[in-house]
């Protein structure tokens, strides 16, 4: 069965510091990858995704995330983290043959000025 | 219009009452999708229409009734709820497997 792991609960950074959030995963085959971010009270916005190709995907607000078949990992990087940044982020992985989507349990980012 | 539509945005009601929650996207998306979450938890799945019909129901209460009118809306339609029904459902959307989904911004239930 697929499974995804976040393992930080709560991440608290600087301002212009980098980032870096863990994701493993779990599945026998390659998955279709996800980092999603949810600010207090709101939906869910897609901040990037990996499905085949360059290991190395770009997305959105500045963010990248690396796929290592390796170490089935995921992880999303930031070079500079602007206080806007602060939110839930969640890692979230799928399949060719289902439409369900699992998510990790989240990871919460503080940011200080 | 890349949006998923939510509405209403809050509400409360009575563990009597009957109330609906819509949800409309016009992306020409094939799938569509409820999730519950509850305070600092990720979503949980609870259904997914896939071209109008119902393919995934993750043993969902009856208490909770989804409706899929056309493929740019969905209902979930909510009876007899209780007080642990209370949170946050999202409504999400996806082209295909792959492509991830596009979330709308939720509604906030409070069950009372």
């Known amino acids: 069965a697929q499974s995804v792991t976040q393992p930080d609960i709560h991440i608290t950074v600087s301002e212009g510091a980098s980032l870096e959030l863990r994701c493993n995963y779990s599945?026998?085959?390659?998955?279709?990858l996800f980092w999603y971010v949810q600010s207090p009270g709101q939906g869910l916005q897609l901040l990037l995704k990996?499905?085949?190709?360059?290991?190395l995907v770009q997305g959105i607000k500045g963010f990248e995330a690396e796929f290592k078949r390796s170490q089935s990992s995921f992880n999303l990087r930031k070079p500079s983290v602007h206080w806007s940044d602060a939110a839930e982020y969640f890692c979230?992985?799928?399949?060719?043959?289902?439409?369900?989507?699992?998510f990790g349990t989240g990871t919460r980012l503080q940011v200080f000025p | 219009d890349t949006e998923v539509t939510q509405t209403p945005k809050h509400l409360v009601m009575g563990m009597t009452n009957k109330k609906s929650l819509k949800c409309e996207q016009h992306?020409?998306?094939?799938?569509m999708y409820w999730y519950k979450q509850k305070a600092k938890k990720p979503p949980e799945l609870m259904f997914v229409?896939?071209?109008?019909?119902?393919?995934i129901n993750e043993s969902v209460p009856s208490r909770f009734s989804p409706e899929c009118p056309n493929s740019s809306l969905l209902n979930l339609h909510l009876h007899a709820l209780q007080p642990e029904d209370s949170a946050l459902y999202l409504c999400?959307?996806?082209?295909?497997?792959?492509?991830?989904?596009?979330f709308g911004s939720g509604t906030r239930l409070t069950v009372v």
């Open positions: 599945y026998g085959a390659t998955p279709y």
């Open positions: 999400a959307s996806s082209q295909a497997r792959g492509y991830g989904y596009t």
């Open positions: 990996y499905f085949s190709g360059d290991t």
């Open positions: 229409y896939s071209y109008e019909k119902l393919s």
């Open positions: 979230a992985v799928g399949t060719y043959n289902t439409d369900k989507l699992i």
């Open positions: 992306m020409g998306h094939r799938a």
